[in-house]
């Protein structure tokens, strides 16, 4: 018969002692300095309700409910005391491979350009009218449209935010509100999607709205985004002649934000008044 080796277990009794890995911390005090630190990052301290905190996350206010009362959380305390076991630079190592990156106006990419990055702030405050976000690199148009977003909360406390994107957020933290596509193929079927999306995104009651690649994945739904921008602020991300698009149209006030690349993956900003620049 095969020997096992002994496991050591207190028993129930022994309550003054402490098993391995004796974690102090409950798991709903970790889930409220998550909390806390949320607050910090997405709006002024203390106006992250827990149902913000759930639709941050993607998870159902049940779940929050539970987090904030100690149940279903002892796999977080596992996960931490499984972290706590790694040198700080392992650590770090891992949570930057773990953790998609987070666009927003204080993003190093950014922060360089302070006068840039006001006026985008500023741009935020907006209550309804056309913001164009443009440039010929799709991945800086996507990152420029996703810091907006995840920045409306610490620029305007109270802003809602809707809107569609036709790509899938693998590589960056989406913005809550906004639904995503998961990057297909086919012109049609990115037309299709975007159709079948339009009329909930038309009813949105939020402030803000976001769109990406829908001006010209969708040209026929132009003359509707114009005219929710009277409304809404509306915030429409892509590759076109701004100039070309609205020289024939009768527009709200509308912005225009160029994003260039520079080197060390900076991006250059430049903000512009249709028709003048600022």
């Not at 106006?47 to 993607?58: A, N, S, T």
């Not at 929050?64 to 100690?70: A, E, F, S």
């Not at 006068?115 to 405050?125: E, F, R």
């Not at 250059?268 to 008044?273: F, I, Q, T, Y």
Request: positive net charge; glycine residues 6%; aromatic residues 6%.
């Amino acid at each position: 018969m095969k020997k096992t080796k002994p496991v050591l277990r207190f028993m129930p009794q022994f309550k003054a002692l402490v098993e391995p890995p004796g974690y102090p911390k409950t798991a709903n005090e970790v889930i409220r300095h998550l909390k806390k630190a949320l607050d910090k990052a997405e709006r002024p301290p203390g106006l992250v309700m827990q149902k913000d905190f759930g639709l941050l996350i993607g998870a159902p206010r049940s779940t929050i409910h539970d987090w904030y009362h100690g149940n279903l959380t002892a796999p977080i305390m596992h996960f931490l005391c499984a972290m706590e076991r790694l040198s700080e630079h392992q650590r770090a190592e891992l949570l930057s491979k773990l953790c998609r990156d987070c666009p927003r106006l204080d993003h190093p990419r950014l922060m360089h350009d302070p006068a840039a990055v006001n006026l985008l702030k500023g741009l935020l405050a907006k209550r309804a009218g056309l913001t164009f976000v443009t440039g010929s690199d799709d991945a800086i148009r996507t990152f420029l449209i996703t810091a907006l977003g995840n920045s409306a909360g610490q620029a305007v406390p109270s802003s809602s935010i809707s809107g569609m994107d036709v790509h899938r957020p693998d590589s960056f933290v989406p913005v809550p509100g906004v639904v995503y596509f998961r990057n297909p193929n086919e012109p049609s079927d990115v037309a299709r999607l975007i159709l079948e999306l339009w009329g909930t995104i038309e009813k949105s009651p939020t402030d803000v709205i976001l769109l990406n690649a829908v001006w010209t994945g969708v040209p026929e739904l132009r003359g509707r985004i114009i005219g929710l921008a009277t409304k809404h602020h509306m915030i429409v991300a892509d590759q076109l002649d701004v100039a070309r698009h609205l020289s024939s149209t009768v527009a709200p006030p509308t912005t225009i934000i160029k994003g260039t690349a520079e080197p060390n993956r900076r991006v250059r900003v430049d903000v512009e008044a249709f028709g003048f620049k600022r």
